[in-house]
Nanobody
Framework: QMQLLESGGGLVQVGGSLNLSCLAS????????MAWFRQVPGKEREFVAAISWSGRSTYYAESVKGRFSISRDNAKNTVLLQMNSLKPEDTAVYFCAADLTDGSVYLESYEYDQWGQGTQVTVSS
């Protein structure tokens, strides 16, 4: 079964940038839509961004549009999340997820079958 490993989280000041990376363990990765979600303690997991298997279609939460960018490199089994102009409200654990079913892109967390362990992003003011 494909596994996902996130990296790139950390502590950054308001207005700064971070680049998250998600490495998939198998090359079947290129068949799947991928997404990033985030979660803070006591709250539901929140959709951040998603990308189709080809990379031609991307989707963003309103709260991150214009600041975050999702991309993928299928040759490297990697999906990236570039985060700019970070705000304190972006502080969360960020999770990478894969939809292993029909290749469609979904915005709901329950549609995703495989999850990484998460990486902490903290934006300090």
């Amino acid at each position: 079964q494909m596994q996902l490993l996130e990296s790139g989280g950390g502590l950054v000041q308001v207005g700064g940038s971070l680049n998250l990376s998600c490495l998939a363990s198998t090359h079947t990765f290129l068949s799947y839509a991928m997404a990033w979600f985030r979660q803070v303690p006591g709250k539901e997991r929140e959709f951040v961004a998603a990308i189709s298997w080809s990379g031609r279609s991307t989707y963003y939460a309103e709260s991150v549009k214009g600041r975050f960018s999702i991309s993928r490199d299928n040759a490297k089994n990697t999906v990236l999340l570039q985060m700019n102009s970070l705000k304190p409200e972006d502080t969360a654990v960020y999770f990478c997820a894969a939809d292993l079913t029909d290749g469609s892109v979904y915005l709901e967390s329950y549609e995703y079958d495989q999850w990484g362990q998460g990486t902490q992003v903290t934006v300090s003011s």
